[in-house]
């Protein structure tokens, strides 16, 4: 019974070129008169001998594999930058080379704890900052409100960095238009434009 069942599976294992032709197998179970058993693969038993005949149906092909299609990659739309300001439009100068003038004066100023920045005068106004409190035994005291006078110290840019400074101030004023509070947009477009037309109709326009 093993060897018939063996013979059966063996058929079943055959390739799909020896079945491409046949839609079934045939095995035949040979016993001859001595009691010795074969097995036959689509040839029936010799005469003389007990047959007994099982037949296989073969199993549908298998569908053949196919690779999904790879993704495609479709490039991001481009998004184009909003204007820095709606009032700050870009104008050409009407200006002449030979008929500008050089930009007003600048001033490099210094704060009291060491920073800087661009001012168009050299003399800024006094401003109060504050001074921490503390109560008569030295410990810290919110409550209290004090504050030292300072003025900052500014000095002249040099007329070969002049108009360097000029574009170094449109550039904050840009800042200043772009990420500055909402309620201040209108001011800061105006002194955009202002600091813009001066770089534009001076030497720093050429």
Known sequence: MRAWLLAIL?????????????????????????GAVTLQNDVACPKGSQQQKQVIESPPPMPAYVPPPRPVAVPAPAVEPAPVATMASETPSTIADKDRLPPPALYQCNTYDHDSYLS??????????????????????????????????????????????WKQRL???????????SDDVAANNLELERVRTIVRDSTCGK
């Open 171 to 181: 550039r904050e004023t840009q800042s200043a238009a772009t990420f500055g509070r």
């Open 120 to 165: 168009e005068t050299g003399t800024p106004e006094p401003r109060c900052v504050r001074l921490n409190t503390t109560d008569l035994q030295g410990a810290a005291n919110d409550a209290g409100v004090a504050c030292q006078m300072v003025t900052d110290q500014c000095q002249r840019v040099a007329d070969e960095g002049a108009c360097e400074a």
């Open 10 to 34: 063996l058929a079943m294992a055959l390739p799909s070129q020896a079945r491409t032709h046949a839609a079934s197998v045939v095995i035949y179970r040979c016993t001859a008169a001595s």
